[in-house]
């Protein structure tokens, strides 16, 4: 029979990262909201905030979007001012998603003051303790991807 105490930490552990889910949502639905975009529209600004450039093809897949809806998507954007869409040098038919310089003024600012107060959260612990702790979030994150490709498939 498991250790009661270790049950104890497994619900609290589960219990903190829904929590954890439910409290970045619940955040970035106010920012939805103050910025005049969708879910998914955030989606992809966030996207391309921490890569830069994308293509349709991977912002579709991110976003589990059809293509069509993908286009749809970067045409909101695009007239909100907050992406462009550039030619891709390496394939002359393609095209390059990036961020509007006025794009990235609008959305970073929602999100400085959560990036400062996590890296300063995250300064606290040890190496070993953010292997685990970023191990953690990898395999949780892999659960969710793994079960919802199975639902995909359905």
Known sequence: MADPKKIDLMIRTNMAAREYGIQMTLYRNIIFEKLGVNGTDMECLGY???KRISTPTELAKYTGL???????????????G???RRPNPDDRR????VLAKSGA??????YAPVGKAQEQLI?????DELQLISGFFESYAKIWEQEREKLQKS
């Open 105 to 110: 003024e609008r959305v970073a600012p929602w």
């Open 82 to 84: 907050f992406i462009e």
């Open 94 to 97: 393609g095209t390059l998603i």
């Open 66 to 80: 059809s293509s069509g809806a993908t286009t749809a998507m970067l045409d909101r954007l695009e007239r909100g």
């Open 123 to 127: 300064s606290n612990y040890s190496e």
């Open 48 to 50: 391309l905030l921490s």
